[in-house]
C-alpha cells in the first residue's frame, strides 16, 4: 500500500508544483498539504515529502544549468 500511496502523492505533488508555477500561487503546495491532513495524515506526509523533494530538485537542476551556462559563457570570452 506504501508504494500505492507514495505514487499518488507524487503525482498529486508533481501536478500541484506545476500549477501553482503555472498560476503564480506560492503557497498552493502548502495549501494542499493542509487539506490532506485534515483527512489523511499519512497522504499528507508523502505529498509534503514528494512536494519538497520535487522542488529541491528543480532549485538544484536550475542552479546546475546556470554554472553550466556560466562557464561556456566564460569559454566562449576566451
Not at 19 to 34: F, M, R, S, T, Y
Not at 46 to 68: G, Q, Y
Amino acid at each position: 500500500m506504501t508504494a500505492i500511496i507514495d505514487k499518488m502523492a507524487d503525482d498529486l505533488a508533481r501536478d500541484a508544483i506545476e500549477a501553482a508555477e503555472a498560476i503564480g500561487d506560492e503557497e498552493l503546495v502548502v495549501n494542499i498539504g493542509k487539506m490532506l491532513a485534515s483527512s489523511s495524515t499519512t497522504a499528507e506526509e508523502a505529498f509534503m515529502t514528494a512536494a519538497r523533494v520535487r522542488l529541491a530538485l528543480n532549485r538544484a537542476r536550475k542552479f546546475l544549468d546556470e554554472r553550466i551556462d556560466k562557464a561556456a559563457a566564460d569559454l566562449d570570452k576566451e
